[in-house]
C-alpha cells in the first residue's frame, strides 16, 4: 500500500500493511518549533528559520525531508490565514522564540518583545486594538487574553456578539482550498486532512478569539460553562448561528476540494478533563450534540470524507453520543486521564471509532522519560489499539517545546520497528 491506501484501510477499520502514522498533520498531532528545532539537529538534517503552521501553539510545519524520515503517512491541508486572521500573501517574518529558536510567521502579524523577555500579539495585526496572545518570558506558545467586555445579562444579545466570529468563506480562500488538494492529491501519495475546523462549539481555544479585534459577549470560559446552565438559550443561538455558517462553508468546501481530501476535521473542543468530563451526558446531549450530529450528517450525506474530532480528556461517559452523532475519528486518545483504558476503548469502540494518537504520553513519558520507557509505552499501545485496523499513530496531543529529540526519534523508532516486526514493513 502508499500511503493514502494504508490510511484509508485504516479509518474503515480494516487492517493495513502496516501501522499508519501520523507526524505534524494538524495542529493537535504536531510538534513545537522548539522541539522541532533540536530534533532536526538531532537527525543530522539542515537547519533553517521554522515556518509556524498555528502561530498560538507554535506548532512547526513539517518539511518533507522530516516527514520521510519520520515515515509519515499523513498530510495537512492547512488555512491559508493564521490563527491571527493574517493572511500570508506570499510574505514572512522572522520570530525568535526565547530559547531563540528562529522561525517565520505570517508577514501581518504585529508582535512587541516586551522588556522582561514576554511576547505579545495583536489581533488581525492591528496594534490598535488591545494584544491579545502573551508568550511568557522562557515560554514555548501563546496565552490568549480575555479581552471581551462586560455584558449585560438581561439583554443578552447572542447574533450580535458572534457577528464577527463566524463567516462565510471567500472566493479567494476557496480557491486556495481548490488548489491545494488537488497538488497534494496528484503530488503526493499522503492521505489529506483537511484542517477545515468550524464546528468547535463552545471551543475555550476559540471563544476568547485572538483574531477578534474587539470580541463581545460571553467569551471567557468559566463564564461560558455558567452559562450552559444560567442562559441555555444563549448558547443554543450561538450555535445555531454556527451551524448555520457551517453547513454553507461545507458546501464551499465541498465544490473545492472534492473527494481529494479523505478526512475532515470539524473540531477541537476539549469535552473531557484529567479526572472527568467537563459536563454530564445529559448536558451534552442537550446543548451540543444535535449541532455536532447535523455537521456529521451532512458530511456522509454529500461527500466521502471521515469526520474528525480533537477533545481532551475522560470522555467515557460522552463515546456513545460521539458515535451515535457520526464521529468516525476521535483525536488525541488521552488514555492518562481517568477511565481511558486501552483495552476497554479497543474492545468497546475499536469497531466504531478511530482511534487516532494515543501512542505515547506527551504529558510525562516522553518528555521526562528515558528513550527505552519511551519506546516501552509506544509498543505496549501499538499492542493494544493497532490491532485490526482503525488506528493511526501519534502521539497524545503536540509535542511539547522541551521534549527531548532522543526520545521522539524513540517513539517513531518504536513505530518503524514495530511495523518491520509485525509487517515487514
Not at 522541532?36 to 528559520?49: A, C, I, S, T, V
Not at 492591528?126 to 496572545?133: G, K, L
Request: hydrophobic share 35%.
Amino acid at each position: 500500500m502508499n500511503s493514502r491506501e494504508r490510511v484509508i484501510a485504516a479509518i474503515n477499520h480494516q487492517q493495513p500493511d502496516r501501522v499508519p502514522i501520523d507526524f505534524g498533520a494538524t495542529g493537535q498531532t504536531g510538534i513545537s518549533v522548539c522541539a522541532e528545532y533540536r530534533l532536526r539537529e538531532y537527525l543530522g538534517l539542515p537547519q533553517h528559520d521554522l515556518d509556524v503552521f498555528e502561530i498560538i501553539q507554535m506548532i512547526g510545519v513539517v518539511d518533507e525531508d522530516l516527514r520521510r524520515m519520520m515515515k509519515s503517512d499523513v498530510i495537512g491541508m492547512n488555512h491559508p490565514e493564521d490563527s491571527m486572521g493574517v493572511y500570508p500573501n506570499g510574505k514572512k517574518q522572522r520570530f525568535i522564540m526565547p530559547d531563540g529558536t528562529p522561525t517565520l510567521i505570517n508577514e501581518g502579524n504585529a508582535f512587541d518583545i516586551l522588556p522582561s523577555g514576554a511576547r505579545q500579539l495583536y489581533p488581525q495585526g492591528d496594534r490598535t486594538a488591545p494584544p491579545s496572545a502573551y508568550m511568557p518570558e522562557g515560554g514555548y506558545f501563546f496565552d490568549i487574553i480575555d479581552r471581551a467586555e462586560e455584558y449585560d445579562e438581561d439583554d443578552l444579545t447572542p447574533r450580535e456578539d458572534f457577528k464577527d466570529f463566524f463567516s462565510v468563506m471567500s472566493e479567494e480562500t476557496a480557491k486556495y482550498y481548490e488548489r491545494e488538494s488537488k497538488r497534494l492529491y496528484e503530488e503526493t501519495d499522503y492521505a489529506i486532512i483537511g484542517n477545515l475546523a468550524g464546528a468547535g462549539y463552545g471551543d475555550p481555544g476559540a471563544l476568547p478569539a485572538p483574531f477578534e479585534k474587539h470580541p463581545k459577549g460571553i467569551r471567557k470560559f468559566d463564564e461560558w460553562i455558567m452559562a450552559q446552565i444560567m442562559y441555555p438559550e444563549y448558547v443554543q443561538e450561538v450555535f445555531e448561528m454556527q451551524t448555520e455558517f457551517m453547513l454553507k462553508n461545507l458546501e464551499i468546501y465541498k465544490q473545492a476540494c472534492g473527494d481529494r481530501i479523505q478526512i475532515c476535521w470539524i473540531s477541537g473542543t476539549d469535552f473531557g478533563t484529567q479526572n472527568s468530563e467537563i459536563m454530564s451526558a445529559d448536558m451534552f446531549r442537550e446543548l451540543y450534540k444535535p449541532y455536532y450530529k447535523r455537521v456529521c450528517d451532512w458530511i456522509h450525506k454529500n461527500t466521502s470524507w471521515k469526520t474528525y474530532a480533537h477533545t481532551c480528556g475522560c470522555l467515557v461517559r460522552l463515546l456513545d453520543d460521539m458515535v451515535d452523532m457520526g464521529l468516525d475519528i476521535i483525536n488525541p486518545v488521552q488514555l492518562s486521564a481517568a477511565g481511558m483504558d486501552a483495552k476497554m476503548l479497543k474492545e468497546k469502540y475499536g469497531d466504531k471509532l478511530v482511534f487516532w494518537g494515543g501512542g505515547v504520553d506527551t504529558q510525562t513519558t516522553l518528555p521526562r522519560g528515558n528513550p527505552e520507557e519511551v519506546a516501552a509505552q509506544v509498543i505496549e499501545r501499538l499492542d493494544i489499539l493497532s490491532k485490526g485496523g482503525g488506528y493511526v499513530f501519534n502521539t497524545i496531543h503536540n509535542i511539547v517545546g522541551d521534549t527531548k529529540p532522543e526520545n521522539i526519534w524513540a517513539a517513531f523508532s518504536a513505530v518503524h520497528k514495530y511495523n518491520e516486526e509485525h509487517f515487514g514493513a
